[in-house]
């Protein structure tokens, strides 16, 4: 019989008084108690080294786990945080994964485990269901097939300035190509000469994604403006967004939230130190930042500059069919046709546009590729594209009259 389970501790301090009278020889205690001769030996044994205290149950628990991190594994993560303090366990595994390797790194898990233990944990709120994309970037599985350009929202710097920052990213690789401080203006003189370093540095993408804000777009035909006209002129396709569905550009959406919780903004004395704090940055998200969507590799290691370079002279214009008309656009953003003038947009202005035979009367006008709307010369009319496909949506949209 085994020691009684209600008092396992007053049997012990039983047997202990009993062997201490000097009354009982060893086998009788192991008799009395149930118990065997090794066990009564174990319990004097623990008595004579540590007194009643001794006679308490040790802990089972493995003195070394075989599993435990190294502290200097542990110290290594806590650094890295303190540097990082915006990486979750995923970000600090794939950055340390490279210093370590395989074999020594712990797991995801345990990285989890020690930030919590530390306190540096942060909760995670409930995820909001993101509204999918009518136009995905399914499309980008190369470098440079689309780049996505936006202005993050302005703020103002310690001596009263605007800062609104220019950014571009290549949709595949997530490389962030430009992330430029700008004052207040933003239209195309002072918008051009960055595209032109980055086109210079990088090489020519197959289309750019915008808004429909300036510089990129306006509500002119086609949404032209001299930007994108010139984008055009240089290859350039034009990918748009919905009004209104950012989601749209979700991965360049993605990185501008990186940037806010990243950048102090407000906190530089003037532009040009606020720009050093965006170079740092875009340092780090290139080179540094791991990205999930990467397989946790940094956006630099992914993309390869673009194999069509940066013309030092703008290409000469889309030649148009024979069969179509040609015309000029004139600086007040007017051609010719029959003795009258047809307004198209100054944004077009020095440009020839093609004038595609479609009916009788009816012409498609083209430039470099993009068709801007429908020209009804019996009404001397031009249906821009957005408007035509609006009416058909509104007409699909109408009960039929039976």
């Known amino acids: 019989m085994a020691w009684k389970e209600s008092s396992v501790m007053s049997e012990r301090v039983r047997l202990l008084n009993d062997y201490l009278s000097g009354e009982f020889g060893i086998g009788e205690l192991a008799d009395v108690y149930s118990v065997s001769r090794k066990t009564v030996y174990k319990w004097i044994k623990r008595h004579e080294a540590g007194g009643w205290q001794a006679l308490q149950d040790l802990s089972r628990a493995p003195h070394h786990h075989p599993n435990a991190v190294d502290d200097e594994i542990e110290q290594s993560i806590l650094e890295l945080k303190a540097r990082k303090p915006n990486w979750g366990a995923p970000k600090l595994r794939a950055r340390l994964l490279e210093k370590l390797g395989p074999e020594r790194c712990p797991a995801e898990s345990t990285f989890s485990q020690i930030l919590k233990r530390h306190g540096l944990s942060r909760r995670q709120g409930r995820a909001r269901r993101a509204t999918p994309s009518e136009q995905p970037l399914a499309h980008a599985q190369e470098s440079n097939r689309v780049w996505c350009a936006d202005f993050k929202g302005w703020f103002k710097t310690l001596d009263g300035r605007k800062c609104l920052p220019l950014t571009i990213t290549d949709a595949h690789s997530r490389f962030l190509l430009c992330c430029q401080g700008l004052c207040e203006e933003s239209g195309f003189v002072t918008v ?211």
């Not at 403006?225 to 919905?242: D, K």
């Not at 989601?247 to 102090?264: F, I, P, S, Y």
């Not at 000469?316 to 004139?330: L, N």
């Not at 944004?347 to 035979?357: I, K, T, W, Y």
């Open 192 to 402: 051009r000469p960055l595209f032109a370093r980055v086109f210079e540095e990088y090489g020519l993408p197959e289309a750019i994604r915008t808004d429909n804000g300036t510089p990129f777009a306006c509500t002119g035909l086609a949404g032209l403006t001299p930007l994108s006209v010139w984008w055009l002129r240089l290859g350039i396709q034009l990918e748009r967004i919905r009004p209104g569905h950012p989601e749209q550009n979700g991965r360049h959406e993605r990185m501008h939230r990186t940037l806010q919780e990243e950048v102090d903004r407000s906190e530089q004395r003037n532009l040009k130190a606020q720009q050093e704090v965006f170079n740092d940055f875009r340092q780090d998200y290139n080179h540094e930042r791991p990205h999930e969507a990467l397989d946790q590799k940094t956006p630099a290691s992914v993309y390869q500059p673009s194999a069509r370079s940066y013309p030092r002279t703008l290409p000469e214009p889309r030649e148009y069919p024979d069969d179509w008309e040609r015309r000029y656009v004139r600086a007040s953003g007017q051609a010719k046709w029959k003795g009258k003038f047809l307004y198209l947009t100054r944004a077009l202005s020095g440009q020839r546009v093609g004038f595609e035979p479609t009916g009788d009367g009816i012409w498609a006008v083209h430039f470099q590729g993009l068709k801007l709307g429908i020209f009804d010369e019996r009404r001397g009319r031009l249906e821009s594209v957005r408007h035509l496909e609006a009416s058909e949506k509104k007409d699909q949209a109408s009960p039929k009259n039976e």
